[in-house]
């Protein structure tokens, strides 16, 4: 069965550097999602991108992110100057049509953490 | 603003016993709703889907729920649990307009003892 992945596991960095969170969704989807989970909280939606265009974007995703497709399969959040609050378990999920009923399958997750 | 509330935050049950999550969500206009599970160290799988119809939903791993429109709710119900499945549940409501972001509930431990 098709699955989302995500790379790396685990990300250490220090307040201030910039990450990359990296996501290759399933094949023939073509909405994508970042969701990240501070630890003890409820899984948050951040971002939403379809057709190299964010669709839809929370409070929480600020001038500090951005999303790419670089190319045919990978999907990228980008934190540009981390801070301690952004370590969290970040979440890339895809789906097929994105409107109407429809089912988001999700990665393993990518634990960040800010030192 | 929509929202999603889980009651139960721990749960600890016995092998063979019942299960019952309850899911309660604010928004009046149409929904779809979705149980995921997170098992130790793995990502969110999907449970179960109610986007209309029967208001029974079948999910996998012998998990079921019940839609009630006027209680808001999609209880998550498996008659006989087993020690696999200790995990988090979690539910999410999405409610269209310009994407499908889910919203989620803060989430329910489910430990089973063996």
């Known amino acids: 069965e098709p699955e989302v992945t995500q790379t790396p596991s685990h990300q250490v960095t220090q307040m201030g550097q910039e990450v990359i969170l990296r996501c290759v969704p399933i094949?023939?989807?073509?909405?994508f999602y970042w969701y990240r989970q501070i630890l003890g909280q409820k899984v948050e939606f951040l971002v939403s991108?379809?057709?190299?265009?964010?669709?839809?974007k929370s409070e929480i995703f600020d001038d500090q992110f951005s999303v790419e497709r670089p190319d045919g399969s990978n999907f990228t959040l980008k934190i540009r100057s981390t801070k301690l609050e952004d370590s969290a378990m970040y979440f890339c999920?895809?789906?097929?049509?994105?409107?109407?009923?429809?089912?988001?399958?999700f990665g393993p997750g990518t634990r960040l953490t800010v030192l | 603003a929509q929202s999603v509330s889980q009651h139960n935050h721990h749960v600890i049950l016995s092998e063979a016993a019942s299960l019952e999550l309850g899911c309660n969500y604010s928004?009046?206009?149409?929904?779809?709703l979705f149980w995921y599970v997170q098992y130790p160290g793995q990502h969110l799988q999907l449970l179960l889907k109610y986007f209309s119809g029967d208001p029974l939903v079948k999910g996998i791993k012998g998990f079921e729920a019940e839609f009630i429109k006027s209680k808001f709710s999609l209880n998550l119900r498996k008659p006989s649990v087993q020690w696999s499945d200790t995990a988090e549940y979690f539910c999410a409501v999405n409610a269209g307009g310009a994407t499908n972001k889910l919203i989620f509930g803060t989430g329910t431990l489910l430990a089973v003892q063996p």
């Open positions: 094949s023939n989807h073509l909405y």
């Open positions: 928004y009046g206009g149409t929904v779809n």
């Open positions: 991108f379809y057709n190299n265009e964010i669709s839809e």
């Open positions: 999920a895809s789906s097929e049509s994105g409107v109407g009923p429809d089912t988001q399958y």
